[in-house]
């Protein structure tokens, strides 16, 4: 690559990532929240270097004008690889890659949920309270081992819509450590509501249900829905 479209590819680059965390929201599909700022920092440092780049170069051509010479052509080269600097404006142009959903968390369906390694506190008493999946997914293996914060509790979650029988379907987010990579999805078993069409996000509000679903010789926490709700994706779909 010469150095004049390896200083374009650096510009470009930076501005796809400036363009993902400062005009949108698009980052929140690949990295978890907390990367924004580095994000910010990275698309400004590689824009800089760009813009850096293009305008010592021309300097150079301005130089040589000046003197009387003809301005020569650039033959030196960048490394091969700077190509690949070219790819991710050139997908976001494109096709920005929506975030994982249903197709990802069918294809690691059969995964156990973790359990969580310390106690949770009790949940409030007014009105249902807002948790995670994952969060309701600990307290669920909780009160199996004797730490029961659920009986009596009514509870919303959210995520979006899997079948899982004739009489019950799955509610699923995934939950993502650092990036979109190591996402892993957090499932639960829903009763006693309408099925919505897979891969619709919805919110639901019940009590869970002391008895344990299983799919595929997979144990699964089961809620009972009393309220249920069709919503649009979250900014950040991932928990």
Request: net charge positive; hydrophobic share 45%.
């Amino acid at each position: 690559m010469r150095k004049a479209a390896q200083n374009v590819a650096l510009l470009a680059a930076g501005g796809a990532l400036l363009w993902i965390t400062l005009a949108g929201h698009e980052y929140l599909n690949y990295v978890r929240p907390g990367f924004r700022i580095p994000l910010i920092a990275t698309g400004a440092v590689l824009c800089a270097l760009g813009v850096l780049g293009i305008a010592t170069s021309w300097r150079h051509t301005d130089a040589e004008t000046s003197d009387g010479t003809a301005p020569g052509h650039d033959h030196s080269h960048g490394p091969r690889a700077a190509w690949l600097l070219l790819l991710p404006p050139l997908v976001i142009a494109a096709i920005a890659p929506a975030a994982l959903g249903s197709f990802t968390a069918s294809r690691a369906i059969n995964q156990t949920p973790p359990p969580t390694g310390h106690n949770l506190a009790a949940l409030s008493t007014s009105g249902p309270a807002r948790i995670s999946l994952t969060e309701f997914t600990a307290r669920a293996f909780q009160a199996k081992a004797g730490h029961d914060t659920l009986t009596g509790h009514r509870v919303t979650l959210t995520g979006f819509a899997r079948p899982a029988g004739p009489d019950r379907w799955q509610l699923i987010r995934l939950r993502m450590t650092c990036c979109a990579a190591d996402a892993v999805p957090m499932t639960i078993v829903i009763k006693n509501a309408p099925q919505p069409r897979p891969g619709t996000w919805v919110q639901v509000t019940g009590t869970w249900s002391p008895a344990w679903a299983h799919i595929n010789r997979i144990a699964l926490p089961q809620l009972i829905a009393t309220d249920q709700q069709r919503i649009t994706e979250p900014a950040d779909p991932y928990e």
